[in-house]
């Protein structure tokens, strides 16, 4: 267990996704969103979970990658926060894999500084990389970007 | 003895109730130093302190234990009339609480009482103990009896006690021991008495007492009494802890169950089937009770937060060397436990200023001619589904021109606008964040430290806060705040394709424009846009502006025929909010947002609707300071207020104004009116005699005012052909029902002393009064409900009944 990890996967156009497993609260298919005006454009709208209430945010947006252009539902990973529901919206859905630590690396220098705050590092995975995303990096970027 | 880590429940039981007792302990003292003479606070007091004593030493607090000790001997020498109560021993006592209540805090924190020695608190105590009484306060011959047996009391007082509370723990109170509390018997008496037991007496305690004539044998009797009652009267049979997670986590479930039975509701209104709606009408009437039911369980007593103020008074008073006197009114008022503790903090920190900054010194006092003796009265109120909180004092009231000048010199306002601004807004001042931070500013405006905390905490719950300060003759502070947060009343509208909910707290009424009066009635002042209503100018907000939808929609909906202004309240200003749409009244619930939304102060909250989706709930107050209406509203409303706050400290009473039959005015309670309504007079029904019609899933039955009224009586007007469809309705509720009161026209809303009066003049009416410079008689709502339906009030009353 100690030096494997699970992974819940995704994508966001060609790059691939991952966030611990025990993070994730549940994966849904589109859901019905209410705007929230005045916030930022990172938030796409909120969803009701079950009476729950979950803000979703448009993390191609708020990773600094370019807006989609199909019009494709986009898929909601809902993950759990220090500050509530929290669903990150997502092109597509990938499996739950296992990746070894020793497979993992910490992110290029090259990253641009909010970029790192938001990627822990990669996994090389046999066929490909898959990013490690810092959920509570990801939303820490979001009050600052709203402030 | 109890390790750190496995604090077991008897501990937490023991926490639990010596916390709820010390609370118990310090409202006794106070009381007991204003009575120092009732023999039952001091056994209360007594008796409190000695089961903390008992409890600890059991479980092996020792230091807890010898601090308990002490102050269980002083109060045993109190109780028996060797000492009076003076202000040391009461502060010493009270000393002796605080300690308890850190070393309790300690215990549930770490285990353990902690290593703090309070040698020098319990020195003080036994200084205090050997105190001789003060001769002048003390009958002579209670001294007499006791300063002899005082020294060798000392011992086995300590040890005899406990010895019989331990014995037998969960069984009624021994019969000595009630004797002793009740001060027929001495506790040496006893200790012998027990001892003869001890050592082969087969007699019981009362017999051998009246046997060597300590005692009178009805007084014993009367003792045996107390202990059967104490022993059946257990409170615990009625009463049972429950987690408040677990209350919390109950409405929740509520909260969901009220959803759900919307979306019942909602689709219910497309189905034939009898069955069907029945039950959906049942289960509605259920959820309601139920929420209803499940509230009611979080409902605590405003009494657990002022309990503490005599305490806090008392000694705030005595460190600036004043005398206040304290007075409340309405403390079983209840709340929301939530809104409770939330109101906590600022109630403290008002009870603090009025006694810090508020009321002068007893000399300064004497030289206004005022009493020498501080007054502070707080009062608490339910007032149209809200609880209002008033703490006045009667000290120096508040300088305004020093605030003035304190807000200037701060650069709060520009030197100019000091000269201008009215005395209602100049208070405001004091509400203002930065108002305050420098130490001097207390001095000379004598109010006004972080008044800004308070303000804030207040309105985050849903409140507002008023000030009333007449120079020389004292300040009141008026708090309004809602009954409980959790599930509100609010109005839906729709705005961009959005729902939006109004909290109906905030909103007023709803003016809708239509044709001519859509496309001029709006005008505009400078480019601002203003609305006429009823002859005042109300600022106008356009929602879909304000929360930046396209303007090309803006500019649609600006050229629409109809407009829907919702009037709302916002602090103390009104403004007139422009929705595309008003779709129905909701009761919702309120979930919070998440922490990344938190930075909107325009939204409060979201709901879920019936149909699952989210809406958000709109903040009055917030939007109106994003739409920049609250100062400058604000301003216009103060300079029309000219009343002085003396004549505004007066009772005031909100009334809602009404044509009556014979064009006449009359009025109602705004207290007594839960919603108004207008309904076509096509979906008015009959059942028999009765007029009813569907209402918000519920049969409303419905009265005609007119009807009601003596000379209209043989004549009942049912729905005439009249030009106009619609009925306006007063919907009234009790006890969980509702009627609705037809009347011919609503007029307006006003707020009146009800001074000048003229007895009853007719049946249905309470008086006749002059409101408005107008004669205006006041609707008997009960009494004209009883005559239409006698059996109205019947079923509760029964209910009550039963249950109590």
Known sequence: ?147 | MVSADGMDDIVKEFIVESTENLDQLDRDLISLEKNPTSKELLGSIFRAVHTVKGTTGFLGYTHLESVAHVGENLLSRLREGALALSPPITSGLLAMVDAVRTMLASIEKTGSDGDSDYAPLIEILTQLQAQEPDSKSQDSQATNTSTICAAEQEKPQATIVPDIAEEDRDEPLPLGQILVEGGQVKADQLASVLNQQREGDPRRVGEILVARGMVHPEEVLEALQVQTEGATSNLSSNNIRVDVGQLDKLMNLVGELVLARNQILQFSTTQQDSTFLNTTQRLSLITTELQEGVMKTRMQPIENVWGKFPRLVRDLALACGKRVQVEMEGKDTELDKTILEAIKDPLTHLIRNAVDHGIECPSQREAAGKSVEGRLFLRAYHEGGQVNIEISDDGAGIDLVAVKSKAVERGLIPQEQAARISEREAYQLIFLPGFSTAQKVTNVSGRGVGMDVVKTNIEKIGGMVDLQSAAGLGTTVKIKIPLTLAIIPALIVTCGGERYAIPQVSLLELVRLEGNGARHGIESVHGAPVYRLRGNLLSLVYLNRELHFDSAAAQNSAQQDVVNIAVLQADDCQFGLIVDEVNDTEEIVVKPLGELLKGLSVYTGATIMGDGRVALILDVLGLAQHAGVISEVRQRKISEDITSAAERAQERKTLLLFQSPDDGRMAIFLSDVTRLETFSRSSIERTGKQQVVQYRGTILPLVHVSSLLEEHRLQPRGPSPETDDKVQVIVHTQNRRSVGLVVERILDIVEDDLATRRPVSREGVLGSFVVQGKVTEILDVDGIIRVQDPTFFEPEQLLTGVAS
């Open chain 1, 1 to 147: 267990m100690s030096d494997r990890q699970q992974f819940a996967t995704f994508f966001l156009g060609d790059s691939y996704f991952g966030v611990e497993v025990e993070r994730v609260q549940e994966i849904l298919r589109s859901q019905e969103m209410t705007p929230v005006p005045l916030s930022s454009p990172v938030v796409r709208g909120l969803i009701n979970l079950r009476g729950q209430i979950v803000t979703a945010i448009d993390l191609r947006r708020q990773l600094g990658l370019p807006a989609r252009t199909d019009a494709r539902p986009l898929m909601n990973v809902v993950v759990r926060s220090s500050g509530g529901g929290v669903s990150l919206l997502v092109d597509d859905i990938g499996d739950v894999v296992e990746a070894e630590e020793s497979s993992f690396e910490r992110p290029p220098d090259t990253l641009d500084d909010d970029a790192q705050k938001m990627i822990r590092g990669v996994h090389k995975l046999n066929e490909r990389l898959m990013h490690v995303l810092d959920t509570e990096g990801v939303l820490i970027g979001f009050s600052e970007a709203q402030s």
